[in-house]
């Protein structure tokens, strides 16, 4: 499984930003998937993951402005952020959970500006 995470930049506090994440394979209805960061100097954490049958799991500190939503024709899972805050600065990376292995992408970074 390969994982492609796009959609991160510059933004200012209460901007939003969408970040995609497009997985190779045949059988992505299949995965888990989920969206973790890492900000300078912190451990990498939960942000929001999704199952199979989109039920979805977010991080206290996101719940209400991010959503995250699985395209599963497109093989695409989605990080909707709004109301962004500086603190939501960091690298953004998506997880695949397949057949009992772990796939991780190589992240995109997000920088927010007060």
């Known amino acids: 499984v390969q994982l492609q995470a796009s959609g991160g930049g510059l933004v200012q506090a209460g901007g939003s930003l969408r970040l995609s994440c497009a997985a190779s394979?045949?059988?992505?209805?299949?995965?888990?998937m989920g969206w973790y960061r890492q900000a300078p100097g912190k451990q990498r954490e939960l942000v929001a993951d999704?199952?199979?049958?989109?039920?979805?799991n977010y991080a206290d500190s996101v719940k209400g402005r991010f959503t995250i939503s699985r395209e599963n024709p497109k093989n695409t899972v989605y990080l909707q952020m709004n109301s962004l805050k500086p603190g939501d600065t960091a690298v953004y990376y998506c997880?695949?959970?397949?057949?009992?292995?772990?796939?991780w992408g190589q992240g995109t970074q997000v920088t927010v500006s007060s």
């Open positions: 999704i199952t199979r049958r989109s039920i979805a």
């Open positions: 394979g045949r059988t992505f209805s299949s995965y888990a």
């Open positions: 997880k695949a959970d397949y057949a009992g292995s772990t796939y």
